[in-house]
């Protein structure tokens, strides 16, 4: 049995997309720039919050300008990051078995680390140990910085902790941190997606998380 389990945040633990829409529309009306669909929001997220609003804001305005914008972006969702947000189904009794089972939860997202803490605080509070997201003493992932100041935090062995995450730049994380990442299916990113990109072990549902963590 491993000692700590990591997760991802956004596709893994919570679907976010709504809230994500309507702050990246809300800030692209004040701006003049062109609103985007659901679909869009889903094929930009997963490497953070600025290349999401890179993606979705047009490519040629100035830097000035963007980091205006980034801001509005922040203070608005910042205000409306619980809305629409959910728990996928399973994940809450999930995290309630692994603390029974006296596991170390973390979280790690590419979230700016306040909307992460408080996102995690709203919709998990008691159920994890520590949540890190992005800021100016954690690269946001791929890189395994949030993976390994958890490690170091607990003084638990790479061996000892698993990683479980929806998207391609988990399997890159979990691969820089000399962590085993374990491909959800439930979120933004598909099984043939996931496979080009590397993911050696997929799950179908949050129950599965038990499956594998007795299993190894």
Same mark, same amino acid.
């Given at each position: 049995?491993?000692?700590?389990? *990591?997760?991802?945040?956004?596709?893994?633990?919570?679907?976010?997309?709504?809230?994500?829409?309507?702050?990246?529309?809300?800030?692209?009306?004040?701006?003049?720039?062109?609103?985007?669909? +659901?679909?869009?929001?889903?094929?930009?997220?997963?490497?953070?919050? &600025?290349?999401?609003?890179?993606? /979705?804001?047009?490519?040629? *305005?100035? &830097?000035?300008?963007?980091?205006?914008?980034?801001?509005?972006?922040?203070?608005?969702? /910042?205000?409306?990051?619980? &809305?629409?947000?959910?728990?996928?189904?399973?994940?809450?009794?999930?995290? #309630?078995?692994? #603390?029974?089972? &006296? +596991?170390?939860?973390? *979280?790690?997202?590419?979230?700016?680390?306040?909307?992460?803490?408080?996102?995690?605080?709203?919709?998990?509070?008691?159920?994890?140990?520590?949540?890190?997201?992005? /800021?100016?003493?954690?690269?946001?992932?791929?890189?395994?910085?949030?993976?390994?100041?958890?490690?170091?935090?607990?003084?638990? #062995?790479?061996?000892?902790?698993?990683?479980?995450?929806?998207?391609?730049?988990?399997?890159?994380?979990?691969?820089?941190?000399?962590?085993?990442?374990?491909?959800?299916?439930?979120?933004?990113?598909?099984?043939?997606?996931?496979?080009?990109?590397?993911? #050696?072990?997929?799950?179908?549902?949050?129950?599965?998380? *038990?499956?594998?963590?007795?299993?190894?």
């Amino acid at each position: 049995m491993k000692k700590l389990v *990591i997760f991802d945040l956004d596709g893994t633990l919570l679907y976010t997309l709504e809230d994500l829409m309507d702050s990246v529309n809300f800030t692209a009306d004040l701006f003049g720039y062109e609103k985007k669909s +659901l679909e869009e929001i889903s094929s930009y997220v997963g490497n953070g919050i &600025e290349n999401l609003l890179r993606l /979705s804001f047009p490519s040629d *305005i100035t &830097e000035e300008e963007f980091q205006a914008a980034y801001k509005y972006f922040k203070d608005h969702y /910042s205000h409306h990051c619980c &809305e629409k947000t959910r728990p996928y189904d399973g994940i809450i009794e999930t995290l #309630k078995t692994l #603390k029974k089972k &006296e +596991l170390i939860i973390g *979280i790690v997202s590419n979230k700016f680390q306040k909307a992460a803490e408080d996102v995690c605080e709203y919709y998990f509070k008691g159920l994890y140990n520590i949540v890190v997201g992005e /800021s100016d003493y954690c690269k946001r992932k791929p890189a395994p910085d949030g993976i390994n100041m958890i490690c170091e935090k607990y003084n638990i #062995k790479k061996e000892d902790t698993i990683f479980f995450g929806d998207s391609d730049v988990d399997i890159k994380t979990g691969e820089n941190a000399g962590v085993f990442c374990v491909s959800v299916l439930w979120g933004f990113r598909n099984r043939e997606f996931l496979a080009e990109h590397g993911a #050696k072990l997929f799950i179908e549902n949050p129950a599965n998380i *038990i499956h594998v963590l007795d299993a190894k």
